[in-house]
């Protein structure tokens, strides 16, 4: 299996602009989750996702952010508009059953925002 | 609210020595803990973990013990290895969410 897979690896843009994140996760898992690391707070759950439905988006810092899943293999997070402190390296996790046992998270390698 | 803390921003230990990595946390209703460990440039990996009915578990170079009456877990990796250095993470699950700690770098010194 490819992973869960992650796009772009890395984006710069100015404050103001619209950023799009995009992921696509294992195929057969369906839970999805948006992570955003920090060094201040590590990794901050942003909104996860049940069969492409949102189940918890309690971590969405504001409105500026909004996270979609048309499908079982597509996820978008987007910032609408972007600020400096936007700046972070943002997660894609995908998960088979999360609350069952070890719960495995499968991480992408992370999309890297830095907003000038 | 931080439910998850890991205080120590940083670790560095010999090779062959005892890397120790400590976690508290305070939400008493979280039913597992695990441990990620992350490279640079890479997503973080799940490395082991524990139920909260249990004290301790071992997977060959790796033990984590878990202290619930004082909502303190711990990683211990022996012997350290070149290798295990990275970003370490803890986390603690309730329901479907996993609840991350900020990390630990560990640096082991060959």
């Known amino acids: 299996d490819a992973g869960v897979i992650q796009s772009p690896r890395h984006e710069v843009t100015e404050m103001g602009q619209e950023v799009t994140l995009r992921c696509k996760p294992i195929?057969?898992?369906?839970?999805l989750f948006w992570y955003r690391q920090t060094m201040m707070r590590g990794l901050e759950l942003l909104i996860y996702?049940?069969?492409?439905?949102?189940?918890?988006d309690s971590g969405m810092p504001e409105d500026r952010f909004s996270a979609k899943m048309p499908n079982a293999s597509f996820s978008t997070l987007k910032i609408q508009p972007s600020e400096p402190r936007d700046s972070a390296v943002y997660f894609c996790?995908?998960?088979?059953?999360?609350?069952?046992?070890?719960?495995?998270?499968?991480f992408g390698e992370g999309s890297r925002l830095t907003v000038l | 609210d931080q439910q998850v803390k890991q205080n120590s921003p940083s670790l560095s230990v010999q090779e062959g020595r005892i890397s120790i990595l400590n976690c508290d946390y305070t939400n008493s209703m979280f039913d597992y803990f695990l441990w990620y460990k992350k490279y640079p440039a890479e997503g973080p990996t799940f490395l082991i973990s524990i139920s909260s009915i249990k004290d301790k578990n071992e997977d060959g170079r790796f033990t984590v013990f878990l202290n619930k009456s004082a909502k303190h877990l711990s990683l211990h990796i022996v012997p350290s290895q070149p290798g295990d250095s990275a970003v370490y993470f803890c986390?603690?699950?309730?329901?479907?969410?996993?609840?991350f700690g900020a990390g630990t770098i560990l640096r082991v010194k060959s």
């Open positions: 986390a603690a699950r309730r329901g479907n969410k996993l609840v």
């Open positions: 996702f049940n069969n492409n439905v949102p189940i918890d």
């Open positions: 996790a995908s998960s088979l059953a999360p609350g069952k046992g070890t719960g495995e998270l499968f």
């Open positions: 195929s057969g898992h369906d839970y």
